[in-house]
């Protein structure tokens, strides 16, 4: 079987400097892992707000770690160093807005802060790359949300075949 590898990178300042632990990136990969019964690879990236080191990892996973799927949290919102948005629309051929719409939505159930987060979702080549918030409890708040869908997105750019664990989550898929 083939192992999906799977790219998380989070953008934040004071993470990727040490001053507090990535407990987001962390957050991500426990999810996943809750989440995932095929066999999978995480590659994984702390690195600062800074918009062309976020261009240069997003292309580094995708192009040479050659990753399906690629995750990214923090730098989302309206702040002026805030630019993860910019970089995945930089990076991507074609924009899927309905992850950052649902997201969104679903948010609000949380937090009223949720339209703060300008989070989106787009497509390189033959990857889906997926913007999360910055803050740790709003990645699994978020992926329970959009993770149904991703599966069939992947089969659909011809990625390998993701298999969840149907009592943590449920990959929806129209066609067989
Ligand atoms: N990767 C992370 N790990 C742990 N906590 C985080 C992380 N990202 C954000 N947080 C927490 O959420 C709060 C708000 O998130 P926010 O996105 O504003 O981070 P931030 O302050 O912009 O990060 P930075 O300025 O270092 O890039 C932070 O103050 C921090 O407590
Ligand atoms: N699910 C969820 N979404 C959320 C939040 C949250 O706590 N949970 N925080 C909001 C807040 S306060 C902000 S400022 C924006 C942007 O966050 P970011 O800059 O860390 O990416 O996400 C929003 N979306």
Redesign the pocket.
């Known amino acids: 079987m083939m192992i999906a590898k799977i790219g998380i990178v989070?953008?934040?300042?004071?993470?990727?400097?040490g001053?507090?632990?990535?407990?987001?990136?962390?957050a991500i990969i426990d999810t996943l892992n809750d989440y995932l019964k095929s066999p999978w690879e995480s590659v994984y990236r702390?690195i600062?707000?800074d918009r062309d080191t976020i261009e240069n990892t997003l292309k580094d996973l995708i192009d040479n770690e050659e990753c399906c799927l690629v995750v990214t949290?923090?730098?989302?919102?309206p702040?002026i160093?805030?630019v993860t948005p910019e970089a995945t629309e930089a990076v991507c051929d074609r924009m899927m807005p309905g992850f950052g719409e649902l997201m969104r939505s679903v948010s609000l159930q949380y937090v009223p802060t949720a339209i703060l987060s300008r989070q989106t979702a787009g497509l390189r080549g033959t990857s889906l790359i997926v913007n999360l918030?910055?803050?740790?409890k709003s990645i699994r708040e978020c992926l329970d949300a959009v993770f149904p869908a991703i599966p069939y997105c992947i089969d659909l750019i011809e990625g390998p075949f993701l298999e969840t664990n149907e009592e943590v989550i449920k990959a929806f898929r129209p066609k067989k």
């Open positions: 989070t953008t934040s300042d004071r993470a990727s400097a001053i507090y632990e990535d407990l987001s990136g962390k702390c600062s707000d949290t923090g730098g989302t919102g702040a160093r805030d918030p910055g803050k740790p």
